[in-house]
């Protein structure tokens, strides 16, 4: 069954493209053209998530199915207004990290000799036993960053996540606020970064 719909989906026409909330519905019903709109707009999204991890293209391509796959078993599951982009975005995460802790854990240290100091960090988890856990609070932290405004994003982001900053005395330089406003600014920031993360 799965395989006939990936078929159909490769051989299917092109069609004019439309929000995702009709696509889930016309998926639903069986509409071919729909399931095609879907992978014709998220495929190559999809694929890039297993590369930048540093996957190979194969592993990559394998991803991609068992991604969409879930997507066929799960389409009645998921709410009319989920993103598309988003869900598959977080499954194809979740099964890049699953293949790179199982290639962890199957790879000899010796047979990494020969790999450069990156292959041999992605493979070994970056020598991390808890590098998927790592991974998903980066991803946790980033999508929750992504929900805030410009100005809580890059200001978060400059007094946390980035070390060149020291002080609060170079934040507002930076960002041309007065240095009296940086702490008041950070704690409603802090507030809803909070909110964000706990679903609020």
Same mark, same amino acid.
């Given at each position: 069954?799965?395989?006939?719909?990936?078929? /159909?989906? /490769? $051989?299917?026409?092109?069609?004019?493209?439309? !929000?995702?909330?009709?696509?889930?519905? *016309?998926?639903? @019903?069986?509409? &071919?053209?729909?399931?095609?709109?879907?992978?014709?707009?998220?495929?190559?999204?999809?694929?890039?998530? !297993?590369?930048?991890?540093?996957?190979?293209?194969? +592993?990559?391509?394998?991803?991609?199915?068992?991604?969409?796959?879930?997507?066929?078993? $799960? /389409?009645?599951?998921?709410? =009319?207004?989920?993103?598309?982009? #988003?869900?598959?975005?977080?499954?194809? @995460?979740? $099964?890049?990290? *699953?293949?790179?802790?199982? $290639? @962890? @854990? =199957?790879? !000899?240290?010796?047979?990494?000799?020969?790999?450069?100091?990156?292959?041999?960090?992605?493979?070994?988890?970056?020598? +991390?036993?808890?590098?998927?856990?790592?991974?998903?609070?980066?991803?946790?932290?980033?999508?929750?960053?992504?929900?805030?405004?410009?100005?809580?994003?890059?200001?978060?982001? #400059?007094?946390?996540?980035? !070390?060149?900053?020291?002080?609060?005395?170079? &934040?507002?330089?930076?960002?041309? /606020?007065?240095?009296?406003?940086?702490?008041?600014?950070?704690?409603?920031?802090?507030?809803?970064?909070?909110?964000?993360?706990?679903?609020?």
């Amino acid at each position: 069954m799965l395989s006939s719909v990936i078929f /159909m989906l /490769m $051989n299917s026409p092109h069609s004019v493209a439309e !929000p995702d909330r009709e696509l889930i519905q *016309r998926c639903r @019903r069986g509409s &071919v053209g729909a399931w095609h709109q879907v992978l014709n707009r998220y495929e190559r999204l999809v694929f890039s998530i !297993p590369l930048r991890y540093g996957l190979s293209q194969d +592993d990559a391509a394998d991803i991609v199915q068992t991604t969409f796959t879930a997507l066929v078993q $799960n /389409m009645d599951k998921l709410a =009319e207004d989920s993103r598309l982009g #988003a869900w598959l975005t977080t499954v194809a @995460r979740r $099964n890049t990290w *699953r293949l790179l802790e199982r $290639n @962890r @854990r =199957e790879i !000899p240290s010796e047979h990494l000799e020969s790999r450069s100091i990156a292959e041999s960090a992605v493979v070994l988890g970056r020598s +991390d036993a808890h590098s998927i856990e790592r991974w998903e609070l980066t991803d946790w932290l980033d999508t929750g960053l992504s929900q805030l405004s410009e100005r809580c994003r890059k200001l978060l982001t #400059a007094l946390y996540f980035r !070390p060149e900053f020291s002080s609060y005395a170079e &934040v507002a330089e930076h960002f041309s /606020m007065p240095l009296g406003s940086i702490g008041p600014t950070r704690a409603r920031c802090l507030k809803r970064f909070k909110q964000v993360l706990s679903g609020g």
